[in-house]
């Protein structure tokens, strides 16, 4: 079965500080990967996405992962905060398979301080 | 670009009414998935239709019922309602193939059941 697990329920950080949202996933395939992050009272918006091809991921406003296999992680980080980063972060499993249905951890708050 | 757009944005409801909820995938997205977050939850994944035929069932009531249409939108129909269907409730659309894994998000509906 997938899975994943978000390490941090809620993570705070001062202002231009690096930023580590960790997760860990389960599956018996090899995975589709992502982060989404959600604004108070927002949509979910994709960060970025792992799907097999190179392991250090890039996605919008800096932020980045890294597909271990081996730790059967992907962490998110960024350099520096900002305060607009401050949101909540989904990490996200993907069956390979047709349906493609997503299978969400159970998020982590990331507080921005000044 | 065109997103998924989903209506209402806001509905409330009484206990044992109807509820009708419209989403608009992407143009040209063959495929449409629903999903509930309930207060302080990860999203939950309730179904989903590829080229207008069920694709996936995850944790959706009986109550409820969906359906995508020929021009690929798709209603998610909640009858009986009940104080504990009150959530946000995203649609998210894909295109089958290469990178269909990709969902992207709506807004969402807030429904609010008194």
């Known amino acids: 079965a997938q899975s994943v697990t978000q390490l941090d329920s809620h993570v705070s950080v001062s202002e231009g500080t690096p930023v580590l949202l960790r997760c860990n996933y389960s599956?018996?395939?090899?995975?589709?990967l992502f982060w989404y992050v959600q604004h108070p009272n927002k949509g979910l918006q994709l960060l970025l996405k792992?799907?097999?091809?190179?392991?250090l991921v890039k996605g919008i406003n800096g932020f980045e992962a890294e597909f271990k296999k081996s730790e059967t992680s992907f962490h998110l980080t960024k350099p520096s905060a900002h305060m607009s980063d401050a949101a909540e972060y989904f990490c996200v499993v993907s069956l390979s398979s047709n349906t493609g249905k997503l299978i969400f951890g159970q998020g982590t708050t990331l507080q921005v301080k000044p | 670009a065109a997103g998924v757009i989903q209506s209402p944005r806001h509905l409330i409801k009484e206990k044992r009414e109807t509820a009708t909820l419209k989403c608009y995938p992407i143009?040209?997205?063959?495929?449409v998935y629903w999903y509930q977050q309930g207060p302080g939850q990860d999203p939950q994944f309730l179904i989903s239709f590829y080229e207008k035929m069920q694709s996936d069932k995850g944790s959706i009531p009986d109550r409820f019922s969906a359906q995508q249409f020929s021009d690929y939108h798709s209603e998610l129909n909640m009858s009986s309602l009940e104080l504990g269907d009150s959530a946000l409730y995203f649609c998210a659309s894909s295109l089958q193939g290469a990178g269909k894994n990709i969902q992207y998000f709506g807004a969402g509906t807030r429904l609010s059941v008194l």
């Open positions: 599956s018996s395939y090899s995975p589709s």
């Open positions: 792992y799907t097999s091809a190179a392991t």
């Open positions: 143009p040209r997205h063959d495929t």
